[in-house]
């Protein structure tokens, strides 16, 4: 079946990039795109940009323009999304999600991964 | 990109049926058919539930319904049952290329 699995919980010291991964399986790896949104404790959902894993084109928006890298591995069919120079603000549960090309829905998504940004 | 805006709470009573705006602009859910709705289970990943304002994935419950006028979407959740007791979370794709969710609701099975 599908599955998107993520890696595990990170505490990280603001100023300390963080990476979390996501590894797909089930499926043609490079026919889908990847995207990913976080959720603050307590907190909604905020699209956080995404990558397509044929040829690594990305898409973010404009409030995180420079602070978040995404990247593709096609021969572990897995995408990395890094977060730099990371705040208290930061601290969230990061989702990846699936999305056949051009179809604008997001299905299935990973587990989640909480990074705690804290000093 | 400003939050799509949602009730923050709608209850009901199990077989009664509810309703969860979603208000966006002409930049989002006015323009695009590209509205989708995710249910979230507190500790779990959001779901799809609608997708292309009204279209339901395979597996989930026809009792799940979509629409749209305007700025505003809708998702009716009829024949109210515990299991639906969840966050709501409406998502439209906007004319900045990018994606808009809304503020959550929080459905409570009375």
């Known amino acids: 079946q599908v599955q998107l699995v993520q890696s595990g919980a990170e505490v990280k010291k603001p100023g300390a990039s963080v990476k979390v991964s996501c590894t797909a399986s089930g499926y043609t790896f490079t026919t889908y795109y990847i995207h990913w949104v976080r959720q603050a404790p307590g907190q909604g959902l905020q699209w956080m940009g995404m990558i397509n894993p044929n040829g690594g084109s990305t898409n973010y928006p404009q409030n995180l323009q420079g602070r978040v890298s995404m990247t593709s591995d096609t021969s572990t069919s897995t995408v990395y999304m890094e977060l730099t120079s990371p705040t208290s603000d930061d601290t969230a549960v990061y989702y990846c999600?699936?999305?056949?090309?051009?179809?604008?829905?997001?299905?299935?998504w990973g587990q989640g991964t909480l990074v705690t940004v804290s000093s | 990109q400003s939050a799509l805006a949602q009730p923050a709470s709608v209850s009901g009573s199990p077989g009664q049926s509810i309703t969860i705006s979603c208000t966006g602009t002409s930049s989002d859910v006015g323009t695009y058919n590209y509205v989708c709705w995710y249910q979230q289970h507190p500790g779990k990943a959001p779901k799809l539930m609608i997708y292309?304002?009204?279209n339901r994935p395979s597996g989930v419950s026809n009792r799940f319904s979509g629409s749209k006028s305007g700025n505003t979407a809708s998702l009716t959740i009829s024949g109210l049952q515990a299991e639906d007791e969840a966050d709501y979370y409406c998502s439209s794709y906007t004319s900045s290329n990018s994606y808009v969710f809304g503020t959550g609701t929080k459905v409570t099975v009375l």
């Open positions: 292309d304002v009204s």
């Open positions: 999600a699936r999305e056949r090309h051009a179809t604008f829905w997001f299905d299935p």
